[in-house]
Structure formats: structure tokens, C-alpha cells
Nanobody, 118 residues
Framework: QVQLVESGGGLAQPGRSLRLSCAAS????????MYWVRQAPGKELEWVSV????????RYVDSVKGRFTISRDNAKNTLYLQMNSLKPEDTARYYC???????????GGQGTQVTVSS
């Protein structure tokens, strides 16, 4: 059974940082492309970042380029998202999910809430 458990969210002031983690189990994490997606209140799910199975390829939505860094530890079956220079518009519930190079599955986990506010 696929299980993805996100953690690390919270309340942060603009300009501060947070690091999200996603613990994966129930599938071959080391051979899966992994995504971070987010959903702001009243908005649809938005793709944020993706990383290849071997970690060598990463992509980001334009709004987070230069501020967020996706990474993974295949030995620990864990995905990360380092979020720096946070902005109020980053406020959302963040989810990790698996997929392929260009598609991702609808998240099934609880996600972790990130709120950026002064």
C-alpha cells in the first residue's frame, strides 16, 4: 500500500525558511519520480517541483525558482523541499506524490500546511 506522509510545515514570517519532508513506503521509491504539489485556499492543486528517480534532474514552477530546492534520499525513502525566502503567496497545503517525468498522481496523503504571514 502506497503511503506518503508529509511533515515540516508551519507558520513562517515572510523571508524565512521551512523544510518539508515526505516519508514514503509501500512502493519502490528509488525508481519513482517524485513531486511536490500544493493547494492554496480556493484554488486547484498546483505542481511545484519534480525530481527524477536518481535525483539528477529537477524542475520548478517559475514562481518558486531560485527559492525552493527539491531533493531526495533514496536510502531513507524520503523526499525533501527546502523553502527559502518564503512569500505570503506560498501559503498552501503541500503534498508529495509520485509520478513520471511529466505526470503526477493525485495526492492521497494529508499534506502539511504552510502559512506565510507576518
Amino acid at each position: 500500500q502506497v503511503q506518503l506522509v508529509e511533515s515540516g510545515g508551519g507558520l513562517a514570517q515572510p523571508g524565512r525558511s521551512l523544510r518539508l519532508s515526505c516519508a514514503a513506503s509501500g512502493f519502490r521509491f528509488s525508481t519513482s519520480w517524485m513531486y511536490w504539489v500544493r493547494q492554496a485556499p480556493g484554488k486547484e492543486l498546483e505542481w511545484v517541483s519534480v525530481i527524477s528517480a536518481d535525483g539528477r534532474s529537477t524542475r520548478y514552477v517559475d514562481s518558486v525558482k531560485g527559492r525552493f530546492t527539491i531533493s531526495r534520499d533514496n536510502a531513507k525513502n524520503t523526499l525533501y523541499l527546502q523553502m527559502n525566502s518564503l512569500k505570503p503567496e506560498d501559503t498552501a497545503r503541500y503534498y508529495c506524490t509520485r509520478g513520471g517525468p511529466a505526470t503526477w498522481e493525485t495526492p492521497g496523503g494529508q499534506g502539511t500546511q504552510v502559512t506565510v504571514s507576518s
